[in-house]
């Protein structure tokens, strides 16, 4: 399992970027985002990619192909390649505020 650079969704099977060169041609089912194609062949960079994803709303890409995980949290999930400071910035403010703080398993 390999982590996508782009969007942090943890479970790619291939190693995106291969040593010896190209891209693995697997296309993130979170973001979307194809190695050796969406970059090398549409010139996007990672970071690029990630902020029309965000301002997307950070869609589960792959909706009626294949399902998002359980419990799926596409803005923790940023925390792979932001860090939770950086995601937090960009992010969990702002759904922290829509849903309101976790309050557990209170009644
Ligand atoms: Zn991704």
Known sequence: MYVC?????????????????????????????????????????????????????????????RDAPEGWDPARQLQNVLGPKSARDQMLVDQEFKYGPDSGDLP
């Open 5 to 65: 650079p782009v969007c942090g969704y943890p479970s790619l099977d291939e190693v995106p970027r291969p040593p010896f060169g190209g891209g693995s041609y697997e296309i993130c089912p979170s973001c979307g985002f194809q190695f050796g194609v969406s970059d090398d062949d549409r010139g996007y960079s990672y970071r690029a990619w990630r902020a029309k994803w965000i301002d997307r709303g950070m869609p589960w890409d792959s909706e009626g192909v």
